[in-house]
């Protein structure tokens, strides 16, 4: 099969199968789609579909048709992360900062301490679980922030889809997310610090805020339509930097959104942007993930590590936000709904974790362990919610 047939039968199945199977068993008020993209990819590699038919899989899934999806997937991936930098809004988390700081600080810390537990087990264990390039720190640290993350894109959706995005509790959760979204990036930014490259990276920081400026001059004097260009410019410029700095082009991705003002561009339009982002082109960024599963360490071993880090990570999202909930006088059903929405995995810790295995720092059998708890964490989050929602608002 030449490599066009092979490449436009891959975009056929990522984007029929697991929509069919989204719709024909009506999971709309169950999981996102892009579970079950996720879920998908994960059957469709080498270690379901590749064991089962392993010659029609090396045909279709080949070397050249998976170096193509992961361009695609990288900057569809970049984009989405840009635009959750741009959605963060700081004024509102800074106004109610009391409020804001002890809740996001206590849903991060304690989850990740339970999670950076795991990590130390894990490496207890076997040394297996860690990427040749890796040090066990930064196992321990990679772990434990794959706990504590809140995945901001797929929150707004869940929020929009109960019907709360916009209510004042739904605004809440988002200022929390916000804090810790940043969190994941900074510690990201520490694990791959590399000290070869450390003048690159001093020098990334510094060049960043004279640019910064200019950039933020030019989009207060342009028209809309061509702040985009821009903005897509400039997302590529920052991702570039990053990665030659050492850091990696998503870390730039988002500095880039974080330093856009949300103000610039009318909400229909970004609504519009991402909805087309979401339909076009990140399901490959879903299915080319979960081709990358691997069961190295064997079934049992992964699905056990998958299930010790979705207790550390729910266990520790509702401890904390129960503790922050009794410090601000907060209501018991309150806490509950709020802790279950916060522990929502999924993107960005699914980037998170690419990212990781992309730098050598994990190996594949820890990124499937990861990559299962994401989407077991968010797939249990509409039906908990659900349960609490209906007499909260009563």
């Not at 894109?153 to 804090?179: D, F, K, M, N, T």
């Not at 994941?184 to 690159?200: F, K, P, S």
């Not at 909400?267 to 960024?285: C, I, S």
């Amino acid at each position: 099969m030449v490599f066009s047939e092979a490449f436009l039968l891959a975009l056929m199945i990522i984007f029929s199968v697991p929509y069919v199977i989204w719709r024909l068993l009506k999971l709309e008020q169950f999981a996102p789609l892009a579970i079950v993209q996720i879920i998908g990819g994960v059957l469709l590699g080498p270690g379901v579909l590749g064991v089962l038919f392993p010659v029609w899989h090396a045909m279709v899934f080949n070397a050249q048709v998976l170096v193509a999806l992961n361009g695609i997937a990288s900057w569809a991936v970049m984009i989405f992360v840009f635009l959750a930098g741009v959605e963060l809004d700081i004024s509102q988390a800074w106004n109610n900062r009391r409020e804001t700081g002890l809740t996001a600080a206590l849903a991060l810390a304690v989850p990740f301490i339970f999670g950076a537990l795991v990590g130390i087990g894990l490496l207890l264990q076997s040394s297996a679980w860690m990427g040749p390039h890796g040090k066990p720190m930064q196992l321990v640290l990679g772990v434990g922030m794959a706990c504590a993350v809140t995945a901001l894109p797929i929150l707004v959706l869940l929020l929009e889809r109960l019907g709360i995005l916009r209510q004042p509790l739904g605004q809440r959760v988002l200022r929390y997310a916000s804090l810790d979204d940043i969190a994941i990036w900074a510690v990201l930014a520490a694990i791959l610090l590399d000290w070869n490259r450390l003048e690159r990276q001093v020098l990334f920081f510094i060049a960043l805020v004279p640019v910064t400026f200019a950039y933020r001059r030019l989009m207060q004097r342009i028209a809309e339509d061509d702040r985009w260009f821009v903005a897509l410019i400039w997302v590529a410029a920052c991702g570039f930097a990053a990665d030659w700095a050492g850091l990696h082009f998503m870390v730039g991705a988002f500095l880039a959104g974080v330093v856009t003002d949300r103000s610039w561009f009318t909400l229909e339009r970004l609504d519009q942007f991402r909805t087309m982002l979401l339909v076009a082109v990140m399901p490959v960024f879903f299915l080319s993930t979960g081709l990358r599963t691997q069961w190295d360490m064997g079934g049992i071993w992964v699905w056990g590590a998958a299930f010790a880090m979705l207790a550390a990570a729910v266990g520790g999202k509702l401890l904390g936000v129960q503790l922050a909930g009794r410090l601000l006088n907060w209501r018991k059903d309150e806490a509950f709904v709020i802790g279950w929405l916060l522990q929502t995995k999924a993107l960005i810790m699914i980037i998170f974790a690419n990212i990781l295995l992309d730098r050598e720092i994990i190996a594949p059998s820890l990124f499937t362990a990861l990559l299962l708890m994401a989407v077991l964490s968010t797939l249990l989050t509409t039906p908990m919610v659900r349960r609490k929602l209906s007499k909260l608002e009563a």
